[in-house]
């Protein structure tokens, strides 16, 4: 598996565990959130390719897209209430 998924994989779960403790959410859903962030990194990742945009890069990571599509699909969660 390469390092970038690897550290993609652990930045989404830490986000998704930090929004549980934040919410006050237990259980199965942490797999959930972390299915959803882990999308939006990746997802952000793809568009920032697709554009070209470089800033920001951790290895093979561009941090600053990734943390927003992460950042948007937090937003969308607590918006409805998930």
């Not at 549980?20 to 390719?49: C, H, N, P, S």
């Not at 951790?58 to 948007?72: I, Q, Y």
Request: hydrophobic letters at 70%; a positive charge.
């Amino acid at each position: 598996m390469p390092a970038w998924l690897v550290f993609a994989a652990v930045l989404a779960l830490a986000l998704a565990a930090l929004y549980q403790l934040a919410t006050r959410r237990y259980g199965w859903r942490l797999a959930a959130y972390w299915l959803a962030v882990l999308v939006g990194i990746l997802g952000a990742e793809a568009a920032a390719e697709s554009l070209g945009w470089s800033f920001t890069r951790f290895g093979d990571l561009r941090l600053l897209p990734d943390l927003v599509g992460a950042a948007v699909i937090l937003a969308l969660l607590w918006f409805l209430g998930v």
